[in-house]
């Protein structure tokens, strides 16, 4: 027998052994109160209830195969039914590992129809050296539905003396509301990343990046957000357009970056989940 029917191929045992995950529920109203509907989960990726609130509810993604590597895929897609109220987090930072070859994928759809409220704010997503990963982040939205929607990314882990030299990120966002368009973005950092968030024009040495979208949102809530900023300790950008709010942060510390955006959401009047607390 030829040895190459007897032996796998590096590239057979590299597939078999990347993770997958999916996750995928509904909220509706049940006497007044947000309670899960439907759940399919498989492979790493698992959500949690909490106790419920007196009227919301709260999710937490937790993800069993402790962090992402090149060729994993995580699938993830909530819907929040009409008039409900939904919480989504994360147990942990979500963390990307080095890879010589494809990239992680997440993907992510988020639905609201009308009346609800949806806020998704989970922890940060730690980039690795050498990590490549493209995130995709889908949301519908009915013309009555509200988000809150945050996002951190850190480029390495600073507090272990750790820098993200090289690698990839490719970040996707759409955003619908009543069915049209009304935002669109794609960000691409891929080589010496180091060198390039060095840049004033960039990131001016900035290890972290964070985004907060909400909706609606209006000139007299940016001017509330904007109040929270005389005291920041990173750069902080906010404005509003088509409908709804967004501010930006960028800061040489994963920490200062996480204060600043607790302190801009403070003044939107969002409750945060307990694990931001901590």
């Excluded at 190459?4 to 045992?13: V, W």
Aim: net charge neutral; hydrophobic share 45%; with cysteine.
């Amino acid at each position: 027998m030829q040895a190459d029917n007897t032996t796998l191929s590096s590239s057979t045992i590299f597939a078999a052994n990347r993770a997958r995950g999916a996750v995928a529920f509904d909220v509706h109203l049940v006497e007044g109160k947000t309670r899960r509907r439907q759940l399919h989960e498989s492979g790493s990726l698992r959500v949690r209830f909490p106790s419920p609130e007196d009227d919301g509810l709260s999710a937490m993604f937790v993800n069993t195969a402790g962090g992402a590597a090149g060729g994993d895929r995580f699938d993830i897609d909530i819907a929040a039914g009409e008039g409900t109220s939904l919480t989504v987090t994360t147990a942990a930072a979500e963390k990307v590992y080095r890879s010589h070859g494809p990239a992680a994928e997440i993907n992510i759809a988020l639905k609201a129809e009308a009346g609800a409220h949806l806020s998704w704010l989970p922890q940060e997503t730690i980039l690795f050296d050498q990590a490549r990963t493209i995130r995709r982040i889908d949301i519908n939205l009915a013309d009555r539905a509200t988000l809150l929607l945050c996002e951190i990314v850190v480029f390495g882990r600073a507090a272990m003396g750790e820098v993200m030299q090289t690698g990839s990120f490719v970040d996707r966002w759409r955003l619908r509301r009543g069915g049209r368009l009304v935002f669109a973005e794609n960000v691409r950092l891929d080589g010496d990343i180091a060198a390039k968030l060095a840049r004033p024009a960039i990131g001016n040495g900035a290890v972290a990046i964070g985004t907060a979208l909400i909706v609606p949102g209006d000139e007299a809530l940016i001017e509330r957000l904007r109040e929270a900023t005389d005291g920041s300790r990173g750069e902080v950008g906010i404005s509003c357009w088509n409908g709804f709010a967004m501010a930006r942060f960028c800061a040489q510390d994963a920490a200062k970056l996480r204060a600043d955006m607790m302190a801009v959401l403070g003044r939107s009047g969002a409750m945060l989940p307990r694990m931001w607390l901590n």
